[in-house]
């Protein structure tokens, strides 16, 4: 690899970065579950559960995943389902079945040993650059940075860095200057230091640059940026999805089916659900071509409708609609999907759309 040259005007801010971090993280670092732990596999756990998750929201998700699959073989010999309701309500659910994944991998394939570096630990599906870095780090001390969203915005305002965060480029050099940086440093306290500096203090919004220990030195308080770092250089863009979800009510049982697929939400259950291509008004869809034909055919009693506010997904928002119905006799099974007791719902994972409007409308059983 081609040796990382950091620029004159760098040089004086980095000789200090590591030691003046680590000293404010000395003081103001947070008391959590996971900090102090020397485990891989909780740490692993730890930082999976933590990728586009806060930490106040995490911390109850680590406990339930380290008390209910406290070895890497618990996790790996769990019923998939139950994986996956311990998950629900922190999205993302790819990252559980990956979890799961690789802790097959390490159980079966690699005799329960787990990987010791930031390279083996980068084999395991589901884990990029970060996840590999803040593990081999904090659990092997390996010097190589963990860089997320809170060490770009810390690096990229204090040294003042105009790469695109999202090119490969800008990932390129952040990675490199992190490297630097964490030379000479515990890596492990390194790497959480930072994480947390950009956490509490170098935050998005309204940093506390008034009593930031970088202050003297920070390029884009000097030259009023703050705003402005670190840089982007495209927009996420989100399309519109249409979901009218069909609950098919008879006596005590309703009907719900698994998400499979390459889609959103796979592994998670879900009520009889048709998507249109546009918002269609419910009278419009409920005599369309769009509703089943199998339910075209019964007597249904049409209870009424429920539309959720739009569910924001990173590049998708979901409008959906949940309508009820009743039915007397057998429900009319079609499709992908069982018959189960409503008193049975609340023990299959749902997506968080779902758990809402199960929640809002007193559903769970």
């Not at 802790?103 to 787990?114: D, Q, R, S, V």
């Not at 956490?199 to 919004?205: E, N, R």
């Not at 069909?246 to 939400?265: A, C, F, H, P, Y």
Request: a positive charge.
């Amino acid at each position: 690899m081609q040796s990382f040259k950091i620029s004159k005007t760098l040089v004086h801010i980095s000789m200090e970065f590591a030691q003046t971090i680590l000293n404010w993280y000395n003081i103001y670092k947070r008391e959590l579950p996971w900090r102090g732990e020397s485990d891989p596999y909780k740490i692993w756990i730890s930082e999976v559960i933590l990728q586009q998750t806060r930490v106040d929201q995490g911390k109850s998700y680590y406990y339930k995943f380290v008390e209910n699959f406290p070895k890497v073989s618990d996790l790996a010999n769990a019923d998939e389902d139950f994986v996956m309701k311990c998950w629900q309500g922190l999205g993302y659910y790819s990252r559980a079945r990956n979890l799961q994944f690789s802790a097959k991998y390490i159980t079966k394939e690699l005799n329960g040993e787990f990987p010791n570096s930031y390279k083996k630990l980068l084999e395991l599906k589901g884990v990029g650059p970060y996840v590999a870095a803040a593990v081999a780090s904090i659990a092997f001390q390996e010097k190589v940075a963990a860089i997320d969203g809170n060490v770009y915005r810390v690096l990229g305002r204090i040294f003042g860095i105009d790469k695109a965060i999202d090119t490969s480029a800008g990932k390129k050099y952040y990675q490199q200057l992190g490297n630097e940086l964490i030379k000479n440093s515990n890596a492990g306290d390194f790497n959480q230091a930072v994480m947390e500096f950009g956490a509490l203090h170098c935050s998005p919004k309204q940093p506390k640059c008034e009593s930031c220990p970088f202050s003297e030195n920070c390029i884009a308080l000097r030259d009023n940026k703050i705003e402005q770092l670190p840089v982007k250089s495209k927009k996420v863009k989100q399309r519109d999805r249409f979901f009218h979800y069909l609950l098919v009510n008879s006596n005590d049982e309703i009907m719900i089916g698994k998400r499979t697929g390459k889609d959103i939400w796979n592994s998670l259950y879900e009520f009889p659900l048709v998507e249109t291509p546009q918002k269609m008004e419910p009278e419009a869809f409920l005599s369309s071509e769009y509703f089943p034909e199998k339910l075209k055919s019964c007597n249904l009693n049409w209870k009424g409708v429920q539309n959720m506010k739009p569910h924001i997904l990173s590049h998708q928002r979901i409008h959906a609609q949940f309508y009820e119905f009743e039915i007397e006799g057998e429900l009319p099974v079609f499709g992908e999907y069982s018959v189960i007791k409503k008193k049975d719902i609340a023990n299959f994972a749902f997506p968080r759309l779902i758990e809402l409007y199960l929640t809002n409308s007193h559903k769970m059983g």
